[in-house]
């Protein structure tokens, strides 16, 4: 939760082998590679706040920022200068 959000760039292409020659070992996937992938979706996916119950850390910036609903607890909502 908060911190720094990250997103998700693939780390194998998995289509260029496609083009490889049959026989190339180069060709073949191995779990070492899927786990590389899954771990940088893992990574990502863990970073972005939740749709539901999220909690954001430190200063949170909305552009367009549309509330709807109620308050609840210690709120504190600051205008801005107009």
């Known amino acids: 939760e908060g911190g720094l ?3 998700y760039t693939p780390v194998t292409n998995f289509t260029s082998k496609n083009s490889l020659p049959s026989g190339n070992p180069l060709k073949v996937l ?3 590679e899927f786990t ?3 771990t940088a979706i893992q990574t990502a ?3 972005k706040l939740d749709a539901a119950s999220g909690t954001a850390t ?3 910036s909305c552009v367009n920022l549309s509330v709807s ?3 609840s607890g210690a709120t504190t909502i600051d205008g801005g200068t107009y």
Do not use: K
Request: avoid cysteine; glycine fraction near 16%; proline fraction near 0%.
């Open 5 to 7: 959000i990250s997103n």
């Open 30 to 32: 191995n779990g070492v």
């Open 36 to 38: 590389t992938e899954f």
């Open 45 to 47: 996916v863990n970073s």
């Open 58 to 60: 430190g200063t949170l």
């Open 69 to 71: 609903g109620t308050f």
